[in-house]
């Protein structure tokens, strides 16, 4: 591990062993430091507060040997070896970089987090969150939980998938309801009135006719009389031509049979004229302009100019019903597409709560079991499991860790009855337990043995030693029984030169490590 200009840090090369490496210092001395650079390595937020006062640029950059080659990809590794390092600006951005290849912080996180596993102080609070309990159990149960819950969260994203799309069709199933609601009432609302496209033109033509009824029956009986009037005198003409073209040798051409014709064809006309006009006499006026009016409301009340324009909102109206119809249909679709998959989505969430059920009691056998090597030989540790009535993320089951410390008194919740040493205790010993949550090749413990003190930090130092037999361990820590079971022990100190403070780090070989162990118990 390489620092430079890391808050009180000005250039500092660690390197530590396999096994269980251990970090003492004076409360204040910058143990804190090493913890901050190597989540800043697994990708928390940069900024400027990690960089030396005097300085404007802070670097941090780890080397790890990865014996398990699928943990990272290969284009990250050279003779398998990772380097990964950060590079902080005060006024530009922080530079991430994989096997020196720049890289976005998303993938430096989706990287690092299988290298270190880090639990820092805050994190045994974790513990108090009973939403964290299930992946803490189906980690312990491994593979199975894992697969069965890959499989789960794929059928449950299709599921919402689908309910989401279900909403949506209701939704615009109910925009649809109320539209077909409107169409088929415009379109009954215009059947009902039976207009056709010639009503208005014809009510129209018949209006004016009646308006002028008066004025053209006086022409048409003037008309009809003359006409009378005119045959007669034709007859009489021709009857006195003939007597006269008789009389003389002059004779007088008169066409009396086409005159007659014509007046005849004259007052044929003026005949149905008066039929027509008797015809309109029968009419009411007063029904005609209702009707029109009628009309005339009809065309405001749609918003057109004609009643051609009216009939054809009503026949585009009965067209766009049919077309909803079609998309109606999609409501049906869609919900039995949903019904399916929450029937798939049941068997599987029952198939895992199955699953976790047959390993509840080794989870408990295993856990309490750690727990009282660590010195609460009294315990009481059990999982409650509960099933929900909606489906979540994990399934439908409800887990949380119930604990008692004394065996008189009943087991509750953990954050209601642990201390904060009783709180260490049981996330070392789920750590212990669980072979999923210690895969990564690296694991750093940042005082996890907060409120932990006597024969207990004994234990806890045991157990590390443990663990420290499959993985590199970083361990950060205030009790010397802890510090003892080190293989690999490293002492931070700050001081002062120049009047500025520095921090620096170093291995102590193992001669002096009882010096700094009795530093550690006052001496």
Known sequence: LHLKNVVLVKDMLIDFNHGFNVITGETGAGKSLIIKSLELLLGANASDSVIHPEEDMAFIEATFLIKDLSLVPSEYLEQGRLTVSRRIHRNRPTVNKLNFESVPLKELKRVMQHVIFLTAQHQVMDLMDASKHLGMFDQFIGNDATVLNSKYQLEYKTYRDLKQQAQNVLEKSDALSNEINDLSSLVSDIDAQDFSVEEEDSLLIQQKKCEDLNHRRGLVQKVLALSNDL????????????????????????????????????????????????????????????????????????????????????????????????????????????????????????????????????????????????????????????????????????????????????????????????????????????????????????????????????YIGTMLQKMAESVQLIVVTHLPQIARCAQHHFKITKTIENGSSCVSMNQILKDDVPIELQRMVGG
Request: hydrophobic share 40%; net charge negative.
């Open 231 to 458: 045959i007669d005198q034709v007859h009489e003409m021709d009857s006195a031509l003939s007597e006269l073209n008789q009389a003389g040798s002059k004779k007088m051409p008169f066409d009396s049979l086409n005159t007659l014709e014509d007046l005849a064809q004259l007052h044929q006309s003026m005949s149905n004229e008066r039929m027509e006009i008797e015809y309109l006499e029968s009419i009411d006026l007063d029904e005609i302009n209702a009707r029109l009016n009628h009309i005339f409301q009809y065309k405001v009340k749609y918003r057109v100019n004609s009643l051609s324009e009216l009939l054809a909102l009503r026949d585009y109206s009965k067209e766009k019903l049919t077309t909803i119809d079609l998309h109606m249909n999609d409501k049906d679709e869609i919900s039995k597409k949903v019904s399916i998959q929450y029937r798939r989505l049941v068997d599987l969430s029952i198939e895992l709560s199955e699953l976790r059920k047959r390993h509840v009691e080794s989870f408990e056998y295993v856990v309490l079991n750690q727990i009282r090597q660590l010195g609460m030989v009294d315990a009481q540790f059990k999982l409650a499991m509960h099933s929900l009535d909606d489906f979540t993320h994990h399934g439908q089951d409800d887990i949380s860790f119930l604990f008692s410390a004394n065996p008189n008194m009943p087991l509750q919740p953990l954050k209601k009855v642990a201390s904060g040493g009783e709180l260490s205790r049981v996330l070392l010993a789920l750590l212990v337990s669980n072979n999923g949550a210690l895969n990564q090749p690296l694991v750093v413990f940042d005082e996890i043995d907060v409120g932990i003190g006597g024969m207990t930090a004994n």
